[in-house]
């Protein structure tokens, strides 16, 4: 159930908002927004496994380092919303429990037109 969009066209000051459902069996999944899936700007991957938030960035088909935030705060086999908000110098994701966490814009991105969505979340909608 991976999803790719290559025309997305977000800029600085724009909410990208992201509403799923999470799978029952999953460990996890991952919201990618960059120019590729080899260049990332933010990567935010939720890890039930590990009971962890990831962030990062990916460069020329290169992970950098990984922002990691203990902060689950929802759970498998339910909907959910996320809030990504790009900034000239971060994202800033609000949580489904209203807790926001920030990831800088390491590479000053200043418009992204990919996104995907990959593993155990199934694309109810988005709204940019």
């Not at 025309?7 to 590729?36: E, H, Q, R, Y």
């Not at 700007?41 to 939720?46: K, R, W």
């Not at 800033?92 to 995907?116: A, H, Q, T, W």
């Amino acid at each position: 159930g991976n999803i790719e969009i290559f025309n997305l066209d977000m800029k600085p000051g724009n909410i990208l908002k992201v509403t799923g459902k999470i799978s029952p069996d999953t460990d996890g999944f991952s919201i990618n927004l960059g120019c590729s899936s080899k260049d990332l700007a933010f990567h935010f991957n939720p890890r039930f496994n590990e009971s962890v938030i990831v962030f990062n960035s990916k460069c020329s088909d290169v992970w950098e380092t990984e922002d990691r935030h203990n902060h689950l705060s929802f759970f498998r086999d339910c909907t959910v919303k996320f809030l990504i908000e790009m900034m000239a110098d971060k994202f800033r994701v609000k949580l489904p429990d209203g807790r926001e966490l920030c990831f800088p814009n390491r590479r000053n991105y200043r418009k992204i037109n990919f996104m995907s969505v990959v593993g155990g979340f199934k694309l109810i909608s988005f709204k940019l």
